[in-house]
């Protein structure tokens, strides 16, 4: 393989790899702030358990994230030099300000969180687990800013030319909500939410059906499938939102989503099926005019396809339709779930039903694949170009870097990642068999009253 396929590569496993941590750390703050507000609303023992329990694993997955994160930011600039020359002020903007306010915010609660129990009053205690929420959510933002700025570039003047090309930002305001920021960071929060409920609720699942910690799981449980249903049910609004501003601003990756050739024709949406890229078409179950009622609001409008586009600027058809359509099929089927959750729940028969139960055991991959399947679709949409419009890819990469090198890196890469992911399911199983703390009675009498004095 040459280079810039190797480089491509690379990037892709290591940011894969990165992908998997974030989303969970988001969800489990968001519901780290809800268990404790529970503990101080109510005074029971059993949400201050629980909050314990799920901070242990939120430290877990915020550790792999920082130590898989810090690679990316030097891949910019052993592997994409070109690249960083050109968006150096872009991107210098909005790491600068995931740094502030983000990552130190997060890291310098995290002590407090973790460590503060008993030590500071239950009010300063909570005030740090909001304050480490917020900064993860913080990071997604600054994150997804400048990826969005990638996707949608606004705010900006390009000074110079050829290899000295940079991109300048004019108005930083209309760098940070280009035209698809905001849509796509409702989007991914929403995915990150869905990460970290569903995976509540599959290890509450799992004690169920090995009948361990039933007071803890269940309360585990209701919390998270209400976070689970809500996001689920907002991702069809963001998943729409966004669908309408790629047709907007870059309608061949909207064309590739649905493998949509004709130049200009209303536009179909497949169900599922197979791209004959050759014959240009797709075999497989499609709903006639669907893509221009959602996109257009009108099923007769015509939808640009590929053919209104050179096809050297067209992006992989295949790859993008089915990364695409799994994405939308795994996000169906957490709403199903979730509703079945409740409607099992409203029943009172969501804690006996084990095929229920089993189901949300394994759910806990739904989101994870999803998450990394709209990142495929929508950076694999984007291609031949990096900065969409501006800068293609095979233009960004280091003049220096060898293919050879590049293979190095990424064996060992693959191998210190692998030890990882590994080290990674060693210790949450070990969370997971060891479970939520047992206190002794009279020591939960004594912080139950230490914490209504305060």
Wanted: net charge neutral.
């Amino acid at each position: 393989m040459d280079v810039l396929t190797l480089s491509r590569l690379q990037f892709a496993f290591t940011i894969a790899f990165h992908y998997i941590y974030p989303p969970l750390s988001i969800g489990l703050g968001l519901l780290l702030v809800g268990m404790e507000a529970a503990y101080l609303r109510t005074r029971r023992p059993l949400y201050r358990q629980m909050t314990k329990f799920w901070v242990k694993v939120f430290a877990l997955t915020f550790a792999l994230g920082v130590a898989t994160g810090i690679v990316m930011e030097f891949e910019f600039g052993t592997n994409w030099a070109t690249f960083s020359r050109y968006v150096g002020d872009v991107f210098g903007s909005a790491l600068a300000a995931e740094g502030v306010f983000a990552f130190f915010l997060e890291s310098g609660f995290l002590a407090l969180l973790l460590f503060g129990w008993d030590r500071v009053g239950p009010k300063l205690h909570f005030f740090s687990t909001v304050m480490v929420a917020l900064g993860s959510m913080f990071s997604a933002v600054w994150i997804v800013v400048a990826n969005s700025w990638m996707q949608t570039p606004a705010g900006f003047h390009v000074v110079g030319e050829g290899l000295q090309a940079r991109a300048e930002i004019t108005d930083f305001w209309a760098m940070v909500f280009n035209p698809s920021s905001m849509d796509r960071l409702s989007h991914v929060l929403l995915g990150c939410w869905q990460a970290g409920a569903f995976l509540v609720l599959s290890v509450s699942a799992y004690y169920l059906l090995q009948g361990r910690h039933q007071a803890f799981a269940k309360a585990s449980m209701k919390i998270a499938l209400s976070l689970a249903l809500v996001a689920s049910m907002l991702q069809l609004v963001t998943g729409h939102r966004s669908a309408v501003i790629v047709s907007r601003h870059q309608p061949a990756k909207l064309a590739a989503f649905e493998a949509h050739y004709p130049a200009s024709a209303p536009g179909a949406l497949h169900l599922f099926g197979w791209v004959d890229e050759g014959a240009q078409r797709v075999h497989g179950p499609k709903v006639p005019g669907l893509l221009s009622w959602l996109v257009r609001g009108d099923a007769q409008q015509p939808v640009a396809g590929l053919e209104a586009y050179p096809q050297a600027d067209w992006p992989p058809v295949q790859i993008s339709f089915q990364c695409f359509h799994a994405m939308v099929a795994i996000g169906l089927g957490l709403i199903a779930l979730s509703l079945a959750g409740v409607w099992h729940w409203w029943r009172g028969t969501l804690w006996t039903t084990r095929w229920l139960l089993w189901l949300f055991v394994f759910s806990v991959l739904g989101p994870q694949l999803a998450n990394q399947l709209g990142w495929f679709a929508a950076e694999v949409g984007r291609q031949p170009w990096i900065v969409y419009g501006l800068l293609r890819t095979s233009e960004s990469l280091s003049r220096t870097v060898t293919a050879h090198m590049v293979w190095a890196s990424l064996i060992m890469f693959t191998f210190i990642y692998l030890l990882l992911f590994a080290l990674f399911l060693f210790l949450l199983d070990q969370k997971i068999r060891q479970g939520p703390d047992e206190e002794e009675p009279a020591d939960l009498y004594r912080r139950h009253a230490h914490a209504a004095g305060s």
